[in-house]
């Protein structure tokens, strides 16, 4: 079956450590995003890239970082700069063309930092 | 750029009862339009989409949305809510011609059913 795939579903990481959540989808889908997800905030766009080796700052860059070396795979990087890095993180894809087409979203990856 | 505003934080609706979410949009010429559901601690799965054409689309569970341009809305609709559609709902647009850019979504509506 083609989907998105996150990994791990659960996260737990000591404040000041890095960590890097996964991002894999088999659905030949060129471009990838990132969104962070807090109560009562909706989504909010990380990352995004629509091409390997290339992507964009979303609304909420600081302190993440993103990679894109192969078309499947958009991992994102929570560093020890991220102020409030606890939240649910979703990962999507959607395929390329003129305009914007629907995206497709993984389960997502609860992250909380203590 | 575009937004989104989906005026409703939270609605609670009886099992039975017909629904409406409502949902707003800015932007100067048509949008792409959709409507996502998500349950808790679950990713977004796509309810239905208006790209052109009819503006009243139907989409999966019993949904339906109209695309009404007078007043820049497209609002989801169900005549009969099963408790199993409590869930967060998210409307978000896109715009036409512009490559593969983000969707941008609304803040979401809860929905809670009761019996």
């Known amino acids: 079956d083609g989907g998105i795939t996150q990994s791990p579903k659960y996260l737990f990481r000591k404040e000041g450590q890095n960590v890097t959540l996964s991002c894999e989808q088999n659905?030949?889908?060129?471009?990838m995003y990132w969104y962070r997800q807090d109560p009562g905030q909706g989504l909010r766009l990380i990352y995004y890239?629509?091409?390997?080796?290339?992507?964009q700052k979303g609304d909420i860059a600081e302190g993440y970082s993103v990679s894109r070396e192969k078309k499947e795979s958009f991992p994102l990087t929570v560093t020890s700069a991220q102020k409030n890095p606890t939240a649910f993180y979703l990962c999507?894809?959607?395929?390329?063309?003129?305009?914007?087409?629907?995206?497709?979203f993984g389960p997502g990856t609860r992250l909380t930092v203590t | 750029a575009q937004s989104v505003t989906q005026p409703d934080i939270h609605i609670t609706v009886s099992e039975g009862a017909s629904l409406e979410l409502r949902c707003n949009y800015s932007?100067?010429?048509?949008?792409?339009l959709f409507w996502y559901v998500q349950s808790p601690g679950q990713g977004l799965q796509l309810l239905l989409k208006?790209?052109?054409?009819?503006?009243l689309v139907q989409g999966i569970k019993g949904f339906e949305a109209e695309f009404k341009r007078s007043q820049s809305s497209f609002n989801l609709r169900k005549p009969s809510v099963h408790w199993s559609d409590a869930a967060e709902y998210f409307c978000?647009?896109?715009?036409?011609?512009?490559?593969?850019?983000?969707?941008?979504f609304g803040k979401g509506t809860r929905l809670s059913v009761i019996a």
């Open positions: 999507a894809s959607s395929s390329r063309g003129q305009g914007t087409y629907e995206q497709y």
């Open positions: 932007y100067g010429a048509t949008p792409y």
């Open positions: 890239s629509q091409i390997v080796n290339d992507f």
């Open positions: 659905l030949n889908h060129d471009a």
């Open positions: 208006y790209f052109s054409g009819d503006t």
């Open positions: 978000a647009v896109g715009t036409p011609n512009s490559g593969n850019t983000p969707l941008v």
